[in-house]
């Protein structure tokens, strides 16, 4: 079982920037996704990294902007949020899976554990 806890969430302005983090005990074990849920919408996938972080991935809507790391001594997987607009209002969720599946990370059904979320809410 591995437990993984977001941080890192809260109140910005329109243009600025945030970096959550998820960390776990073992989570170098893991190839991590960072998906977002806005209200009335489905979850959305926005980057995996590898597991050792040669591998990464980003959606397109996010691609330039979020940068995803991880610092396995630190058992933390970052996801650095640049030029943040209203629309990226939602819950931010990390997700943990054995398998690096390419093109299938994007499927919310891949993933084996799940963490409980941070807020993150852009005005305008």
């Known amino acids: 079982q591995v437990q993984l806890v977001e941080s890192g969430g809260g109140l910005v302005q329109a243009g600025d920037s945030l970096r959550l983090s998820c960390a776990a005990s073992?989570?170098?074990?893991?190839?991590i996704g960072w998906f977002r849920q806005a209200p009335g919408k489905e979850r959305e996938f926005l980057a995996i990294i590898s597991r050792g972080g040669t591998m990464r991935d980003y959606a397109e809507s996010v691609k330039g902007r979020f940068t995803i790391s991880r610092d396995d001594a630190k058992s933390t997987v970052y996801l650095q949020m640049n030029s943040l607009q209203p629309d990226d209002t939602a819950v931010y969720y990390c997700?943990?899976?054995?398998?690096?599946?390419?093109?299938?990370?994007?499927?919310?059904?891949?993933?084996?554990?799940w963490g409980q979320g941070t807020q993150v809410t852009v005005s305008s």
């Open positions: 073992g989570i170098s074990t893991f190839n």
């Open positions: 997700a943990a899976d054995f398998a690096y599946r390419g093109s299938a990370s994007t499927n919310t059904r891949n993933y084996d554990y």
